[in-house]
Protein backbone atom coordinates (compact mmCIF):
# COMPACT_ATOMS: atom_id res chain seq x y z
CA UNK A 1 0.00 0.00 0.00
CA UNK A 2 0.86 3.62 -0.86
CA UNK A 3 -0.83 6.55 -1.26
CA UNK A 4 -1.07 10.52 -0.13
CA UNK A 5 -3.71 12.46 1.40
CA UNK A 6 -3.93 15.86 3.04
CA UNK A 7 -3.39 16.25 6.53
CA UNK A 8 -6.64 18.13 7.53
CA UNK A 9 -9.04 15.28 5.81
CA UNK A 10 -7.19 12.65 7.09
CA UNK A 11 -7.15 13.56 10.76
CA UNK A 12 -10.80 14.85 10.52
CA UNK A 13 -11.81 11.24 9.00
CA UNK A 14 -9.64 9.08 10.91
CA UNK A 15 -10.77 11.07 14.01
CA UNK A 16 -14.37 10.71 13.41
CA UNK A 17 -13.82 7.00 13.03
CA UNK A 18 -11.91 6.79 15.86
CA UNK A 19 -14.55 7.89 18.48
CA UNK A 20 -16.50 5.00 17.56
CA UNK A 21 -13.94 2.73 19.07
CA UNK A 22 -13.85 1.33 22.40
CA UNK A 23 -11.76 2.19 24.69
CA UNK A 24 -11.77 -1.15 26.32
CA UNK A 25 -12.45 -3.54 23.94
CA UNK A 26 -14.02 -6.76 24.54
CA UNK A 27 -11.16 -8.04 21.62
CA UNK A 28 -8.32 -6.66 21.15
CA UNK A 29 -8.47 -6.39 17.40
CA UNK A 30 -11.66 -4.22 17.75
CA UNK A 31 -9.31 -1.40 18.90
CA UNK A 32 -8.19 -1.55 14.87
CA UNK A 33 -9.01 0.90 12.22
CA UNK A 34 -8.99 -0.83 8.87
CA UNK A 35 -7.02 1.41 6.28
CA UNK A 36 -7.99 0.40 2.60
CA UNK A 37 -6.51 2.09 -1.09
CA UNK A 38 -8.09 1.30 -4.02
CA UNK A 39 -9.75 3.04 -7.46
CA UNK A 40 -7.87 6.44 -6.34
CA UNK A 41 -9.42 6.24 -3.14
CA UNK A 42 -8.61 5.91 1.20
CA UNK A 43 -11.07 4.65 3.00
CA UNK A 44 -11.04 4.17 6.62
CA UNK A 45 -13.46 2.49 8.61
CA UNK A 46 -14.03 0.73 12.38
CA UNK A 47 -16.33 -1.43 13.88
CA UNK A 48 -16.74 -3.08 16.74
CA UNK A 49 -20.13 -5.47 16.20
CA UNK A 50 -22.32 -2.81 17.41
CA UNK A 51 -21.60 0.17 15.66
CA UNK A 52 -19.45 1.01 12.46
CA UNK A 53 -18.04 3.86 10.79
CA UNK A 54 -16.53 4.38 7.61
CA UNK A 55 -15.30 7.54 5.17
CA UNK A 56 -13.98 7.73 1.84
CA UNK A 57 -11.31 10.19 0.96
CA UNK A 58 -10.02 11.15 -2.67
CA UNK A 59 -6.34 10.77 -2.93
CA UNK A 60 -2.99 10.31 -4.47
CA UNK A 61 -2.87 6.26 -4.66
CA UNK A 62 0.43 4.83 -5.71
CA UNK A 63 -0.02 1.16 -4.65
CA UNK A 64 -3.44 -0.29 -3.71
CA UNK A 65 -3.31 -1.82 -0.31
CA UNK A 66 -5.19 -3.07 3.18
CA UNK A 67 -3.94 -3.07 6.62
CA UNK A 68 -5.50 -2.95 10.59
CA UNK A 69 -3.88 -0.49 12.67
CA UNK A 70 -4.42 0.57 16.23
CA UNK A 71 -7.09 2.93 15.75
CA UNK A 72 -6.91 5.79 18.34
CA UNK A 73 -2.54 5.55 17.85
CA UNK A 74 -3.58 6.62 14.39
CA UNK A 75 -5.93 9.70 15.11
CA UNK A 76 -3.15 11.23 17.08
CA UNK A 77 -0.40 10.93 15.16
CA UNK A 78 -2.58 12.27 11.92
CA UNK A 79 -3.60 15.01 14.09
CA UNK A 80 -0.08 16.04 15.21
CA UNK A 81 1.69 15.83 11.83
CA UNK A 82 3.47 19.14 10.68
CA UNK A 83 2.74 19.17 6.81
CA UNK A 84 -0.25 19.73 4.65
CA UNK A 85 0.17 16.29 3.00
CA UNK A 86 0.47 12.72 4.83
CA UNK A 87 2.12 10.06 3.33
CA UNK A 88 1.07 6.19 3.81
CA UNK A 89 3.24 3.16 3.17
CA UNK A 90 3.58 -0.82 3.96
CA UNK A 91 5.29 -3.23 4.02
CA UNK A 92 5.33 -6.76 5.42
CA UNK A 93 3.67 -5.97 8.96
CA UNK A 94 4.82 -1.84 9.05
CA UNK A 95 2.67 0.94 8.13
CA UNK A 96 4.88 3.59 7.65
CA UNK A 97 2.98 7.36 8.53
CA UNK A 98 5.31 10.50 7.51
CA UNK A 99 4.91 14.04 6.89
CA UNK A 100 7.66 16.63 6.14
CA UNK A 101 10.46 15.32 9.11
CA UNK A 102 8.19 13.32 11.10
CA UNK A 103 8.24 9.72 10.38
CA UNK A 104 5.98 7.13 12.38
CA UNK A 105 6.04 3.10 11.97
CA UNK A 106 3.24 1.11 13.34
CA UNK A 107 2.87 -2.35 14.09
CA UNK A 108 -0.29 -3.73 11.99
CA UNK A 109 -2.81 -6.04 13.58
CA UNK A 110 -4.30 -9.02 11.81
CA UNK A 111 -6.66 -8.66 9.13
CA UNK A 112 -8.16 -11.76 9.15
CA UNK A 113 -9.23 -11.67 12.33
CA UNK A 114 -10.64 -8.81 12.02
CA UNK A 115 -14.57 -8.91 11.45
CA UNK A 116 -16.31 -7.52 8.18
CA UNK A 117 -18.17 -4.06 8.36
CA UNK A 118 -22.21 -5.07 7.99
CA UNK A 119 -24.17 -4.07 5.09
CA UNK A 120 -25.90 -0.78 4.69
CA UNK A 121 -29.95 -2.00 4.94
CA UNK A 122 -31.83 -0.38 1.97
CA UNK A 123 -32.44 3.05 2.05
CA UNK A 124 -35.63 4.53 3.47
CA UNK A 125 -35.73 7.90 2.51
CA UNK A 126 -33.33 11.44 2.43
CA UNK A 127 -33.19 14.05 5.19
CA UNK A 128 -31.81 17.47 5.18
CA UNK A 129 -28.31 17.41 7.70
CA UNK A 130 -29.15 20.84 8.99
CA UNK A 131 -32.34 19.58 10.37
CA UNK A 132 -31.45 15.82 11.37
CA UNK A 133 -28.26 17.54 13.20
CA UNK A 134 -30.45 20.53 14.96
CA UNK A 135 -33.35 17.63 16.30
CA UNK A 136 -30.57 15.77 17.52
CA UNK A 137 -28.92 18.11 19.30
CA UNK A 138 -32.08 19.23 20.91
CA UNK A 139 -32.87 15.64 22.12
CA UNK A 140 -29.54 13.94 23.18
CA UNK A 141 -29.13 15.44 26.40
CA UNK A 142 -32.06 14.45 27.63
CA UNK A 143 -30.86 10.61 27.18
CA UNK A 144 -29.73 8.64 30.23
CA UNK A 145 -25.63 7.94 30.65
CA UNK A 146 -26.43 4.93 33.03
CA UNK A 147 -25.71 1.80 30.85
CA UNK A 148 -26.97 -0.64 33.49
CA UNK A 149 -30.40 1.13 32.18
CA UNK A 150 -30.06 0.03 28.30
CA UNK A 151 -33.13 1.59 27.47
CA UNK A 152 -32.52 5.25 28.47
CA UNK A 153 -29.13 5.60 26.85
CA UNK A 154 -30.99 5.14 23.26
CA UNK A 155 -33.62 7.84 21.28
CA UNK A 156 -36.51 6.78 20.30
CA UNK A 157 -37.01 7.21 16.41
CA UNK A 158 -40.48 7.25 15.19
CA UNK A 159 -41.22 7.43 11.25
CA UNK A 160 -44.78 8.28 10.62
CA UNK A 161 -44.66 8.52 6.55
CA UNK A 162 -43.34 12.08 5.88
CA UNK A 163 -42.58 12.70 9.57
CA UNK A 164 -39.86 11.81 11.92
CA UNK A 165 -40.09 12.26 15.15
CA UNK A 166 -37.09 11.37 18.19
CA UNK A 167 -37.57 11.11 21.82
CA UNK A 168 -35.30 10.35 24.82
CA UNK A 169 -35.23 10.39 28.78
CA UNK A 170 -33.08 9.91 31.40
CA UNK A 171 -36.82 9.99 33.77
CA UNK A 172 -36.22 13.11 35.07
CA UNK A 173 -36.53 15.04 32.03
CA UNK A 174 -37.65 14.64 28.61
CA UNK A 175 -36.98 15.85 24.95
CA UNK A 176 -39.12 15.19 21.88
CA UNK A 177 -38.81 17.08 18.54
CA UNK A 178 -40.18 16.07 14.99
CA UNK A 179 -39.02 17.13 11.43
CA UNK A 180 -39.99 16.20 8.01
CA UNK A 181 -37.77 13.69 5.59
CA UNK A 182 -38.45 12.57 1.87
CA UNK A 183 -39.45 8.53 2.55
CA UNK A 184 -38.99 6.44 -0.35
CA UNK A 185 -42.63 4.67 1.04
CA UNK A 186 -44.58 7.86 1.80
CA UNK A 187 -46.31 5.50 3.85
CA UNK A 188 -43.77 3.83 6.00
CA UNK A 189 -44.18 3.18 9.62
CA UNK A 190 -41.50 2.42 11.86
CA UNK A 191 -39.97 2.62 14.71
CA UNK A 192 -36.48 2.04 16.69
CA UNK A 193 -34.39 2.28 19.68
CA UNK A 194 -31.05 4.29 18.48
CA UNK A 195 -28.31 4.74 20.81
CA UNK A 196 -28.04 8.06 21.57
CA UNK A 197 -24.42 8.35 21.76
CA UNK A 198 -23.92 7.48 17.75
CA UNK A 199 -26.68 10.01 16.99
CA UNK A 200 -24.75 12.92 18.68
CA UNK A 201 -21.53 11.90 16.55
CA UNK A 202 -23.47 11.55 13.20
CA UNK A 203 -25.41 14.50 13.88
CA UNK A 204 -22.35 17.09 14.10
CA UNK A 205 -20.66 14.95 11.22
CA UNK A 206 -23.59 15.36 8.72
CA UNK A 207 -24.70 18.55 9.56
CA UNK A 208 -25.04 20.78 6.01
CA UNK A 209 -25.25 17.66 3.70
CA UNK A 210 -28.10 15.79 2.50
CA UNK A 211 -28.20 12.04 4.47
CA UNK A 212 -30.06 8.71 3.43
CA UNK A 213 -31.35 7.16 6.13
CA UNK A 214 -31.53 3.82 5.71
CA UNK A 215 -33.56 0.97 8.68
CA UNK A 216 -33.56 -2.54 8.70
CA UNK A 217 -35.54 -4.93 10.89
CA UNK A 218 -37.14 -3.83 14.16
CA UNK A 219 -39.08 -6.85 14.55
CA UNK A 220 -36.09 -8.73 16.32
CA UNK A 221 -33.20 -8.00 18.69
CA UNK A 222 -30.77 -7.87 15.85
CA UNK A 223 -32.14 -4.62 13.89
CA UNK A 224 -30.10 -2.44 12.00
CA UNK A 225 -29.81 1.43 11.47
CA UNK A 226 -27.51 3.23 8.80
CA UNK A 227 -26.88 6.51 8.16
CA UNK A 228 -24.83 7.82 4.49
CA UNK A 229 -23.93 11.18 3.27
CA UNK A 230 -20.97 13.27 2.55
CA UNK A 231 -18.78 10.32 1.82
CA UNK A 232 -19.32 8.79 5.28
CA UNK A 233 -21.49 5.86 6.29
CA UNK A 234 -22.46 4.59 9.75
CA UNK A 235 -24.29 1.85 11.18
CA UNK A 236 -25.97 0.90 14.60
CA UNK A 237 -27.39 -2.02 16.34
CA UNK A 238 -30.50 -1.32 18.07
CA UNK A 239 -31.91 -1.22 21.14
CA UNK A 240 -33.50 -4.31 21.83
CA UNK A 241 -35.93 -3.10 24.80
CA UNK A 242 -39.14 -1.15 25.29
CA UNK A 243 -39.35 2.39 25.74
CA UNK A 244 -41.01 4.04 28.51
CA UNK A 245 -44.70 5.55 27.49
CA UNK A 246 -43.43 9.30 28.00
CA UNK A 247 -45.96 11.51 25.79
CA UNK A 248 -48.36 11.63 28.54
CA UNK A 249 -45.69 13.84 30.39
CA UNK A 250 -46.48 16.46 27.62
CA UNK A 251 -48.88 19.15 28.81
CA UNK A 252 -52.22 19.39 26.92
CA UNK A 253 -52.77 22.97 25.44
CA UNK A 254 -55.74 23.27 28.12
CA UNK A 255 -53.94 22.45 31.25
CA UNK A 256 -51.06 25.73 30.95
CA UNK A 257 -52.03 27.86 33.89
CA UNK A 258 -49.08 30.07 33.62
CA UNK A 259 -46.03 31.06 30.43
CA UNK A 260 -42.51 32.61 30.95
CA UNK A 261 -40.72 33.85 28.15
CA UNK A 262 -37.37 35.38 28.73
CA UNK A 263 -33.96 35.95 26.52
CA UNK A 264 -32.41 32.51 26.49
CA UNK A 265 -29.03 33.68 26.36
CA UNK A 266 -29.63 36.03 29.47
CA UNK A 267 -30.70 33.60 30.97
CA UNK A 268 -28.50 31.29 30.39
CA UNK A 269 -25.62 33.41 31.35
CA UNK A 270 -27.86 34.24 34.61
CA UNK A 271 -28.25 31.09 35.61
CA UNK A 272 -24.42 29.86 35.57
CA UNK A 273 -23.47 33.00 37.40
CA UNK A 274 -26.49 32.18 40.08
CA UNK A 275 -25.39 28.98 40.62
CA UNK A 276 -21.69 29.83 41.15
CA UNK A 277 -22.66 29.70 45.26
CA UNK A 278 -25.14 26.67 45.16
CA UNK A 279 -23.71 23.09 46.14
CA UNK A 280 -23.92 20.92 43.30
CA UNK A 281 -27.10 18.95 43.74
CA UNK A 282 -29.12 22.63 45.07
CA UNK A 283 -31.15 24.06 42.70
CA UNK A 284 -31.71 27.73 41.07
CA UNK A 285 -34.71 28.78 42.19
CA UNK A 286 -37.14 31.28 40.17
CA UNK A 287 -39.58 34.06 41.39
CA UNK A 288 -41.34 34.85 38.55
CA UNK A 289 -43.81 37.88 38.55
CA UNK A 290 -45.00 40.23 36.00
CA UNK A 291 -41.86 41.37 34.14
CA UNK A 292 -39.41 40.15 35.98
CA UNK A 293 -37.81 36.62 36.64
CA UNK A 294 -35.68 36.99 39.75
CA UNK A 295 -32.96 33.73 39.99
CA UNK A 296 -31.39 32.52 43.35
CA UNK A 297 -29.34 30.00 44.74
CA UNK A 298 -27.61 29.30 48.13
CA UNK A 299 -28.51 30.32 51.93
CA UNK A 300 -28.10 33.21 54.22
CA UNK A 301 -25.79 30.76 56.16
CA UNK A 302 -23.17 30.90 53.75
CA UNK A 303 -23.13 32.49 50.21
CA UNK A 304 -25.88 33.45 48.50
CA UNK A 305 -26.31 34.78 45.09
CA UNK A 306 -29.19 36.94 43.86
CA UNK A 307 -30.21 37.95 39.82
CA UNK A 308 -33.34 39.52 38.26
CA UNK A 309 -33.50 39.38 34.47
CA UNK A 310 -36.24 40.76 32.75
CA UNK A 311 -39.50 37.90 31.60
CA UNK A 312 -42.68 37.98 30.19
CA UNK A 313 -45.49 36.27 32.99
CA UNK A 314 -49.22 35.13 32.17
CA UNK A 315 -50.65 34.07 35.04
CA UNK A 316 -50.49 33.74 38.87
CA UNK A 317 -46.65 34.52 40.37
CA UNK A 318 -45.04 31.36 41.04
CA UNK A 319 -41.84 30.12 42.78
CA UNK A 320 -39.80 26.92 40.93
CA UNK A 321 -36.65 25.41 41.29
CA UNK A 322 -34.70 23.20 38.82
CA UNK A 323 -31.93 21.04 38.94
CA UNK A 324 -29.00 22.82 37.26
CA UNK A 325 -27.65 21.11 35.06
CA UNK A 326 -30.75 19.88 33.92
CA UNK A 327 -32.00 23.34 33.08
CA UNK A 328 -28.98 24.41 31.32
CA UNK A 329 -28.83 21.21 29.15
CA UNK A 330 -32.80 22.33 28.04
CA UNK A 331 -31.50 26.12 27.53
CA UNK A 332 -28.81 25.41 25.35
CA UNK A 333 -30.55 22.99 23.37
CA UNK A 334 -33.01 25.41 22.12
CA UNK A 335 -30.95 27.24 19.31
CA UNK A 336 -33.91 30.00 19.71
CA UNK A 337 -33.29 33.65 20.67
CA UNK A 338 -36.40 33.26 23.22
CA UNK A 339 -36.96 30.57 25.58
CA UNK A 340 -40.65 29.36 26.49
CA UNK A 341 -41.90 28.14 29.79
CA UNK A 342 -45.41 26.46 30.15
CA UNK A 343 -46.15 25.46 33.87
CA UNK A 344 -49.75 23.79 34.94
CA UNK A 345 -48.88 23.78 38.56
CA UNK A 346 -45.44 24.93 40.34
CA UNK A 347 -44.73 20.89 41.69
CA UNK A 348 -46.15 19.34 37.74
CA UNK A 349 -43.16 19.08 34.82
CA UNK A 350 -42.41 22.21 33.07
CA UNK A 351 -42.58 22.41 29.07
CA UNK A 352 -39.69 23.88 27.80
CA UNK A 353 -39.60 25.20 24.14
CA UNK A 354 -37.87 27.51 22.18
CA UNK A 355 -39.14 31.08 19.93
CA UNK A 356 -37.54 33.05 17.06
CA UNK A 357 -39.77 36.11 18.55
CA UNK A 358 -41.33 36.52 22.44
CA UNK A 359 -44.55 36.82 20.15
CA UNK A 360 -44.46 33.59 18.90
CA UNK A 361 -46.41 31.19 19.02
CA UNK A 362 -45.11 27.34 20.31
CA UNK A 363 -45.57 25.16 17.22
CA UNK A 364 -45.74 21.96 18.92
CA UNK A 365 -43.00 20.07 16.87
CA UNK A 366 -40.58 20.19 19.87
CA UNK A 367 -41.28 19.60 23.85
CA UNK A 368 -38.22 19.55 26.49
CA UNK A 369 -39.89 18.77 29.69
CA UNK A 370 -38.08 19.42 32.89
CA UNK A 371 -39.17 17.80 36.38
CA UNK A 372 -39.18 20.85 39.42
CA UNK A 373 -37.37 20.12 42.28
CA UNK A 374 -39.93 19.98 45.29
CA UNK A 375 -39.54 21.71 48.76
CA UNK A 376 -39.05 25.09 47.20
CA UNK A 377 -40.07 28.19 49.04
Not at 20 to 33: D, E, F, N, Y
Not at 346 to 362: A, C, F, H, Q, Y
Amino acid sequence: MKVRVGREVLAEAVGWVAKGLPSRPSVPILAGMAIEVADGMLTVSGFDYESSAQVGLSAEVGEDGRVLVSGRLLAGICRAMPRDTVDLSSEGARVTVSSGHARFTLQTLPLDEYPPLPELPAAGGLVSGEVFARAVTQVVTAAGRDDTLPVLTGVRVEIRGPVITLLATDRYRLAVRSFSWEPNDPEIEADALVPAKVLSGLARTLAGHEVTLALGSTRTGDGLIGFEGAGRRATSRLIDAEFPKVRKLIPAPGAITRTVTADTATLIEAVKRVSLVAERTSPVRFAFTDGTATLSAGSGEEAEAVEPIEATLTGDPLVIGFNTGYLLDALGSLGTPFAHFAFTEPTKPVNLVGLRSPDETPDGDSAYIVVPLRGIS
